[in-house]
Structures are given as structure tokens and as C-alpha cells.
């Protein structure tokens, strides 16, 4: 089964870091896009940051491009969101998603097939001002 499971979130103030892991398992690392998705209260779920190993592409929101960073570590099937300048328009739910049939981060981000298939459960990040 594939399981994705993320850690790392917490209270923090404005200009804060915090670094979200996703520890994937169940499936072969290489063969998908893995990517944060966050959900504040009230809006829609959107796509923050995603990674493909297929191309090697990476995908950020306009919203977080030069404060947030996502890595993948393949030899510890785990994927990495350093957040740094945090906002508190940063606060949300942060998930982890993963999905074998976006061959870029970008279609992932923006969601062109829909959601992905495999999601874990969220974690809090909260920001205060």
C-alpha cells in the first residue's frame, strides 16, 4: 500500500522556518511526482511546491517561490519542504501527495489530471504575526 506520512509542522512566528518531511513507502520513489498541497480554513486546496524525478522538475505557487525549497531524498524515500519567511497567510493544513501519472511538478502543482491519487495526512502549520 502506498503510504505517505508528514511530519514537521508547528507554531512559528512571521519570518520563521520550519522544514515539512514526507516519508513515502509502498511504491517505487522514482516512478512518481511528490508534492505539498495546503488547505487554510475556508479555501481551496492548492499546490505549494512539487517535485518529479522523471524530469527532474520542480514546481512552486507564486505565492512561496524564493522563500520555500523542496528535495527529495530517493536513498531515504523522503521528500523535504524548507519553508523560511514565513507568513501569516502560510498558515494551513499542509499535505503530502504523491501520483504516478504527472510526468512534471508543473501539471502536479496546478493539478491538470485532478487530484493525485495517494495522499497522507496533514499536518498543522501555523504562523503567527
Known amino acids: 500500500d502506498v503510504q505517505l506520512q508528514a511530519s514537521g509542522g508547528g507554531l512559528v512566528q512571521a519570518g520563521g522556518s520550519l522544514r515539512l518531511s514526507c516519508a513515502a513507502s509502498?511504491?517505487?520513489?522514482?516512478?512518481?511526482?511528490i508534492g505539498w498541497f495546503r488547505q487554510a480554513p475556508g479555501k481551496e486546496r492548492e499546490g505549494v511546491s512539487c517535485?518529479?524525478?522523471?524530469?527532474?522538475?520542480?514546481y512552486y505557487a507564486d505565492s512561496v517561490k524564493g522563500r520555500f525549497t523542496i528535495s527529495s531524498d530517493n536513498a531515504k524515500n523522503t521528500v523535504y519542504l524548507q519553508m523560511n519567511s514565513l507568513k501569516p497567510e502560510d498558515t494551513a493544513v499542509y499535505y503530502c501527495?504523491?501520483?504516478?501519472?504527472?510526468?512534471?511538478?508543473?501539471?502536479?502543482?496546478?493539478?491538470?489530471?485532478?487530484?493525485?491519487?495517494?495522499w497522507g495526512k496533514g499536518t498543522q502549520v501555523t504562523v503567527s504575526s
Open positions: 517535485i518529479s524525478s522523471s524530469d527532474g522538475s520542480t
Open positions: 509502498g511504491f517505487t520513489f522514482d516512478d512518481y511526482a
Open positions: 501527495a504523491a501520483d504516478p501519472y504527472y510526468a512534471t511538478a508543473q501539471a502536479m502543482g496546478v493539478m491538470t489530471l485532478g487530484p493525485p491519487d495517494y
